[in-house]
């Protein structure tokens, strides 16, 4: 493999592509599979291109560099009481704000205020032609132009190379409360799902973790309201409030998808609550399958202990009627049903007209 | 009849092609009035494969076509192209599912985005966007212009709660993108496509994602001597952690009308009105109510409010949202404006915007979304009184370009289409400008969705926003 190229701005990022005939950006690599191509592919790292742009608490909104550590992010935003309310993954792992836009993955916040494209305003890239373009805005509203910043959200850097991105923030909840609700199986814990989703206590995440013990229920806002609302969903559904040291471990696990082996292949699949039980029938026939449903029943991450299961899991998949994306492993980048439009070809060809990034499908 | 209209006539009855001029004319403009064009023919489908016959006889034909909803876009954005052909949607307005367990709704293009809110309601969820004229408008114009309203700063705006499309391109491609999920694989395709003013295609069958409605609200209307003190509150509501549902701010002149026009109570004196609502549980507002009071209190309002019951709340909310109507009426003719700043700059920007307005010898109301920055000057002029059009016109530009300089954006909510092609690049560079339209061409190869909306065009006619729109004179609408 050819060393990386660090350019150190935008301008030496568009200079870098311009450079190559081929080429793929390289952020933290908590999402190795996104650059795992050709290895006569020329890498670039974004590691040189990391800080905040801008911050201004009162807009609710940042701009900083594609290749900054989420996690720096994060803690900017803590000191001035604000978050990314979708929880982005794998902070301690190093992910970078180009790569979480890249690779499209939220965490369990996501469920009661939208992800990663909901909260992305504006982006700078370099288009396949090594131009540096800024599309989107930097005020919370705008309804000019196209939104490439949305699209740009899960598209595996198949159509830009991100420079630069920003985003709205909230102000950070008060405080939050864990609740665990044991469940039977997936069904029970669907049900669970949909029924809590469908109240007014408004949850602030739901997760159904691998080990099989029901749902996680987190709840945020101020205080001595969660405790009362708390009292109010375990009369509905019998389970505990987590210690918060528990709870506090619990998420920071989840977050860094420390149930997951580092060596394991790991997948992320688009389902339905209603899909859940179905899903986990299916992975039973996949050998080391573990699985984890995420925001709500609206996600799941499955881990393969083997790289051969990634075949069988593709084929499950199809069968279903459901579609993944791979995240760690080698295997084909989409799993499941593969939606494929001509449209995709000719949006692409229009910001990527050369093929310098790597193809839809490698 | 030629060729092409006969083959046209094939794929609709009869009664469902309109040809004659009178009955074109009713057609000719949208809400943005001034502009008119007279259209080839109106084409009024019931059916999805209607539409897509429709779309592919205008590629094939090389007729550029229009969508059409409700005819309320303040951009013009279903202005038709001049002998071109008018999609007109609103008989597909069937709801094909509504699913409580999933809360998603999936709907035709010609339903009317209250009515989503009005069938989920059985089942105690809502569609959160609500544009002020939600009452007529329709999903698919919602789709198109990535509608907002007066929650997005917490709700976020029309793209926020696609979760599925099914649409016809303007190749005559079907794609089917998304679904019931709030998660999905690969780009957002359905976030691409959302806000494309009617550029790509025609949007068939929507998923829209519902919301449980809140369980409790907390309404609060404060008086302020200076429209800075109202602004100051804005920012002390921000800084301390709270996330209102609604900031809004109505000024002097709005106040006036509307206290005209609904019999709206205000406190006197005031140079500003400031309303904010907190809304979510039951428990969750009884906290932040005694937060949000004493912030108020602390702000030095001439006197606050807060609505003690459910008819108080909806007076407050129906003088807001009656405001702009109201407003129109203290003056012949205005022209509306969409602007964004960010929201530290909102007491610089109604300053500079009154300095403006002052030196052009006219008057500007302001109603805006004070939480998200984006302003809606309202600026009044006598049509008849000579050069008092071009003024207004070169007053609205120049708020428009100080929006931008300031950081922001020339539209919030209503779009670009017609109205604001001239101020696109003001925005982006001509490289930026260069990428939309190898996108647009993407979609659209033969240029024959929408042609002549966003992207600016040499020679466009002057914007001639003159008074209310028919809709609006007799209540069926209002704007934000």
Known sequence: MKAPWTPQTPGELADAVRSATRVVPAGGGTKPRLGAVDPAVQRVSLSGLSGLVEYDPGEFTFTALAGTPVRDIVAALAERGQCLPFDPPWLAGGSTL???????????????????????????????????????????????????????????????????????????????????????GPAAAAGILMGLAATAWEPDALEVPSDGRGVVVRLAGPGPALETIAGKILGRWPGEILGAPAAAEFWTNLREFGWADAGAALARVAILPTRMEALAGALRTVPGARCHVGAGGHV??????????????DVRLGALGLSGMLLRGSGPLWLGVRNRPAIAASVKRALDPEGRFPGLDD | MTDPIRRLAALLPAERLLLRPEQLAAYESDALTAYRASPLAVAIPETTDEVVSLVRWCRGERVPFVARGSGTSLSGGSLPVAGGLVIALNRLNRILRLDPALRIAVVEPGVVNLAVTQAAAPHGLHYAPDPSSQSICTIGGNVAFNSGGAHCLKYGMTANHVLGLKAVLATGEIVEWGGAGREFVGPDWCGLFTGNEGLFGIALEITLQLLPRAECFHTVLAGYRTLEQAGD??????????????????????????????????????????????????????????????????????????????????????????????????????????????????????????????????????????????????????????????RAEELAGKILKLCVAMGGSITGEHGVGVEKREFLPDMFGPDEIACLERIRAAFDPLGIANPGKMFPAGGAPALQHHGLHPLERTGGISRE
């Open chain 1, 98 to 184: 180009g790569g979480l836009v890249a690779g499209g993955v939220a965490g369990p916040g996501r469920f009661r205020f939208g992800g990663i494209r909901d909260f992305i305003l504006g982006v700078r890239f370099v288009d396949g032609a090594g131009r540096l373009l800024r599309l989107g805005g930097k005020v919370v509203k705008n309804a000019a132009g196209f939104d490439l910043p949305k699209f740009f959200t899960g598209s595996a850097g198949r159509f830009g190379i991100l420079a630069e991105a920003t985003f709205k923030v909230f102000p950070r909840p008060a405080s939050t409360l864990t609740l665990r609700i044991p469940a039977e």
């Open chain 2, 233 to 390: 509150a804005v920012s002390a509501i921000v800084a301390s952690g709270l996330l209102p549902g609604a900031i809004e701010i109505m000024d002097a002149l709005a106040l006036e009308a509307a206290t005209a026009a609904v019999h709206a109570e205000y406190p006197p004196g005031c140079e500003a009105v400031l309303i904010v609502e907190l809304e979510g549980t039951r428990e969750a507002v009884a906290c932040e109510r005694v937060a949000l009071d004493a912030i108020v209190a602390a702000s030095g309002p001439v006197e606050a409010r807060p609505a003690r019951d459910a008819e108080e709340r909806l007076a407050i909310w129906k003088g807001r949202k009656s405001a702009f109507s109201a407003v129109g009426r203290l003056s012949p003719d205005f022209i509306v404006q969409d602007g964004v700043v960010p929201r530290r700059r909102l007491g610089e920007a109604l300053r500079r915007i009154g300095e403006l307005a002052r030196a052009a010898g006219l008057r500007c109301a302001n109603v805006f979304h004070a939480g998200d920055g984006n302003l809606h000057p309202l600026i009044l002029y006598n049509g008849r009184e000579a050069g008092a059009l071009e």
């Open chain 1, 300 to 313: 799941a991450f499955v881990a393969l202990a083997t790289p051969d299961a990634i075949g069988t899991l």
